[in-house]
């Protein structure tokens, strides 16, 4: 697991804002210092809403090696710096969230790729509610997808 750690770290996807991590088993939460409240939040809201789920999720990405990497991203210029030219098969946009307007030219808050066999989720702060939402039920995709029969929290 430890190369699947540096890897991110040398990634496009990984910042030097980021000083502060969570990490829980295959769940690790990157972000910048001031944005704890944000990440702690994130993280309780996980733990509830997965429940037995999250154990068993846990135990099968574990064994398989993977891991989901969620970057809180303090504003759009460092969310840019890491998606802003990502034209590449498998990245894909998960909504715009809270106080984002629609249109042509709107940005999505959340971004989701694949580094590896790991899974990479991009979230452009500061954070709505309704952002929380979208990547908890992301999360929950990505988690009980074709690996589980069950999600139900």
Do not use: W
Request: net charge negative; aromatic share 12%; proline share 5%.
């Amino acid at each position: 697991m430890k190369e699947a750690i540096t890897y991110v770290t040398q990634s496009k996807y990984f910042s030097p804002v980021f000083n502060a991590a969570i990490f829980d088993g295959p769940i690790r939460i990157y972000f910048a210092q001031y944005q704890e409240a944000q990440a702690l939040k994130l993280y309780f809201n996980l733990q509830e809403r997965f429940g037995e789920v999250r154990k068993q999720a846990r135990g099968i990405f574990r064994e398989r090696g993977r891991n989901i990497f969620v970057m809180l991203y303090p504003n759009e210029e460092v969310f840019d710096g890491a998606f802003g030219d990502d034209d590449a098969v498998g990245t894909e946009s998960l909504g715009l969230g809270a106080g984002a307007e629609a249109g042509p030219n709107a940005k999505p808050l959340i971004m989701q790729n694949r580094l590896g066999s790991d899974y990479v989720l991009g979230v452009c702060g500061p954070m709505e509610d309704d952002t929380f939402d979208t990547l908890c039920e992301e999360m929950e995709g990505i988690v009980c997808g074709p690996t589980l029969h069950s999600c139900e929290s």
